[in-house]
């Protein structure tokens, strides 16, 4: 099992290269609706908080259980929000 610290980190650049690829999309697409992309960005920044308190806050008795829950959520979650920075460049 990782480290919390080592996978806050990873939380912690996934989330960061996630919001600024919705800042680039921002500068790059002048036409993109940004009120689609402020709920994205607001999203990753809530996505961020969420996992990393979860990280904090381990469920005592059941940890592998835990990690695999924790793990499967934050993918689904990441691809989601993959999925709509990439509707939003269409």
């Not at 921002?26 to 908080?49: G, S, W, Y």
């Amino acid at each position: 099992m990782a480290k919390r610290r080592d996978l806050k980190k990873n939380v912690n650049y996934i989330a960061s290269e996630l919001f600024a690829e919705c800042v680039a999309q921002r500068v790059l697409f002048p036409n993109i609706d940004k009120n689609e992309l402020d709920k994205v960005m607001t999203e990753v920044l809530n996505m961020h908080a969420d996992f990393i308190s979860r990280i904090s806050h381990t469920e005592p008795g059941n940890v592998k259980g835990f990690y695999k829950k924790f793990h499967s959520d934050f993918s689904n979650k990441v691809n989601g929000i993959i999925d709509s920075i990439e509707k939003l460049g269409k």
